[in-house]
T-cell receptor, first 111, second 113 residues
Framework: KQEVTQIPAALSVPEGENLVLNCSFT??????LQWFRQDPGKGLTSLLL?????REQTSGRLNASLDKSSGRSTLYIAASQPGDSATYLC??????????FGAGTTVTVRA | EAQVTQNPRYLITVTGKKLTVTCSQN?????MSWYRQDPGLGLRQIYY???????DKGDVPEGYKVSRKEKRNFPLILESPSPNQTSLYFC????????????FGPGTRLTVL
C-alpha cells in the first residue's frame, strides 16, 4: 500500500523561527510531490510542486526538497509569521496516478 | 480564471436519499478526482478519472459512483447515502502527464442524518 506519513503531527514555534516539516512515502515510483496549506474549515492552497526529477523548489520563504530514493521530502519555512499558522499537507502522485495525502502537520506560530 | 467548482457547497440530507455533487473544471484537464476529508483520517481518494469514460477506484470507493461523460465534468453520486458518509468532499483536476499541479475545488460539506 502506498502510504504517506508526516512528522510531526503538530508544531508550535515563536515568531521568527524557521519551520521544518517532514514527509515520507513508501513507494519511490512517483510523478510528483505537492505541498498544500489548509486553514481550518477551508480548502487547499497549493504551495509548491516538485517533479520526480527535481531535487528542490523555492517560492519566497518556502523551500521544499525531494529525495525520491529515500522517499522523503522536507518543507522549510523561513522566518515564520503568525499568518503561517495552518495545517500543511504533503500529497504524492504515484506512478499509477493515485494521489495519497499525509495526515498533515498543524503549525502554530506564536506572536 | 482557472478554477474547479463544486456544487452544492453545503448539503444536509437524510439516509437513503440519492444525491449528486457536481464538479466542473475550465482548464481542459484530463485527470479529475474526488476526495473525502475526515478528522483523524486526513484526505482519502474516492475515485479518479484519467480521461473521458475512464474511471478508477481510489482508496475508499464503497458507497460512491462517478461518471465522466465530458472532459470538464466529474460528478460524485451517492445512490443511498448513510451517516458514515458525512464528510468534507473535495474535487480536483490536473493536466496530463503527471507534471501538473493539482487544482482543488472549494469543498462540499455533506451531512447525512
Amino acid at each position: 500500500k502506498q502510504e504517506v506519513t508526516q512528522i510531526p503531527a503538530a508544531l508550535s514555534v515563536p515568531e521568527g523561527e524557521n519551520l521544518v516539516l517532514n514527509c515520507s512515502f513508501t513507494d519511490s515510483a512517483i510523478y510528483n510531490l505537492q505541498w498544500f496549506r489548509q486553514d481550518p474549515g477551508k480548502g487547499l492552497t497549493s504551495l509548491l510542486l516538485i517533479q520526480s526529477s527535481q531535487r528542490e523548489q523555492t517560492s519566497g520563504r518556502l523551500n521544499a526538497s525531494l529525495d525520491k530514493s529515500s522517499g522523503r521530502s522536507t518543507l522549510y519555512i523561513a522566518a515564520s509569521q503568525p499568518g503561517d499558522s495552518a495545517t500543511y499537507l504533503c500529497a504524492v502522485l504515484f506512478d499509477d496516478y493515485k494521489l495519497s495525502f499525509g495526515a498533515g502537520t498543524t503549525v502554530t506560530v506564536r506572536a | 480564471e482557472a478554477q474547479v467548482t463544486q456544487n452544492p457547497r453545503y448539503l444536509i440530507t437524510v439516509t437513503g436519499k440519492k444525491l449528486t455533487v457536481t464538479c466542473s473544471q475550465n482548464m481542459n484537464h484530463e485527470y479529475m478526482s474526488w476526495y473525502r476529508q475526515d478528522p483523524g483520517l486526513g484526505l482519502r481518494q474516492i475515485y479518479y478519472s484519467m480521461n473521458v469514460e475512464v474511471t478508477d477506484k481510489g482508496d475508499v470507493p464503497e458507497g460512491y459512483k462517478v461518471s465522466r461523460k465530458e472532459k470538464r465534468n466529474f460528478p460524485l453520486i451517492l445512490e443511498s447515502p448513510s451517516p458514515n458518509q458525512t464528510s468534507l468532499y473535495f474535487c480536483a483536476s490536473m493536466g496530463g502527464g503527471g507534471s501538473d499541479t493539482q487544482y482543488f475545488g472549494p469543498g462540499t460539506r455533506l451531512t447525512v442524518l
